[in-house]
């Protein structure tokens, strides 16, 4: 990243840590069992990736980022959500994450679910509420954002890419190839990964006052940042980046999972990255966005190292 | 139940279970693994209660029921959601619901936890995206029904009283006083009921066209309701109906779970259930909505026996 870029996301990050912190539910409306359940993860210190793609998506449409921030958010905490559940003991059942016992470990099954399913449905009570506003044209962005993320989030969108890799994982059969294929590969990450990250810049646009045409084009941009995203998540993976990741590393391969490197060989992996990224850049540029932030964070995407 | 009402309520829930079977997430776009999964809780054979009083809520103040048809969807999608959550092993561990074998038995324990996140996300894209329209009004409507739904089902509402219910319960120690007094008892049943069930109320009345004033008063008739709803429950589950339950009966007093009767005995939780019903009643004639259904449906609360 370069050091002005660098210092964006610092800023931006500073800006939505703030933002999480005021929307969370506390006590004593909400059971302080289960608030501290839902801090404990979402302060577990993420990238912030999906709400800084969401303020640049509403920027890179010349829209206000403030007027995105509660999409930004929420999306953080479907993000937050989903990795509580996928760490269940049911699912992959990961005792660590971010270098920290993950929740379920700390506060129990039970509780780690409920803290999920919290953190879930206050992502749509927050776009509901945030901005608060009876101007009808920020009311139908918000009702428009709140269907993608939605839909994105739902079973035919992130919980679908969960289900159809619970379904293909076979615990302890490495030695056996990968139960998906490579087209069933990228259907499953589409939508696990990928529908939330185009959700992201997506409803980022959609506040930020974007017309359906950009929309679709940031949408578009995003589907092949997600796809990136993937392909480095599993190469990381492999590589054993376990302390940057602060999971154990290899996991996947040993749990039988499909991986881009395993079906492709990593260097292969690594082009088919680098080409998600040109793909982006071409229609980022012909949506006449290249001064944006977008195509910098999908460097950021594909160069990371967590 | 009159004969009139029984014909009412058989009419709604037909027209409310066709219109589930229209809106639940399906093949290609939805992997079949956890469509079938979420069809399987959802047509298991619920009263339709929330959505049923969510329509009436609707049609007592004026308003077209077909306008808050996704909101009842959405609401026992809802409902349905929070069933498969509380039965797994990590909450309630029940084997059995409405007389069939609970969705973890059938398809696992991760499947039925991506099974309940689907559905209640689908809650939020169906209300965001039904009725489709770009009338104003109705967009503003549909996105404040989003918000009264979220806040109810949430951590400080649903999830929470859940959350409180599950820190409360000391398995096999029945023997011992409840661990939580008649205060604590209200406020967890108020959250983890009540609030859904308010809810219901209020986004029909929302849907409906309702202002401020009504949308209040059917509110507060509500909240009577669903405390009516839960001492009716303990009510049932101690005097071991469990052939209409379609659950093991006297379980909640066996798992240490604080219970009106355990707390006030079974003639004074009944005498508890009736006066709810008359401060209900008090409510709505007030409110000048003695000829809707919304007593009907209060009566049927209370003299239910499932």
Redesign the interface.
Known sequence: MTLDFTEYVRARRADIDTALAAVL?APP???A???E??RYSLTAGGKRLRPILCLASAEAVGGDPALAMPAACALELIHT?SLI?DD?P??DDDTMRRGRPTLHVIA???????????????A??LM??EPAT?D?AI??R???A??AV??A????GM??G???D??ATRPGQADRPPSLDANALRVMHA?KTGALIRAAAAAGAIMGGGDDRVVADIDAAAAELGLAFQIVDDILDVEGASAALGKTAGKDAAAGKPTYPALYGVEAARRMAADCLDRAGEIVRAAGLAESRLMDIGRWIVHRSD
């Open positions: 539910p409306e909400c059971p069992v289960v608030a359940a839902m959500y559940h269940l049911a699912m129990g099954e039970g509780m780690a679910i409920l803290a999920g399913d919290g953190l879930l449905t206050e749509f009570a509901a509420r009876a009808s009311v139908a918000k009702l428009r709140i269907g939605a839909a989030a739902g079973a035919c919980v679908g969960q289900a159809l619970l379904a939508k």
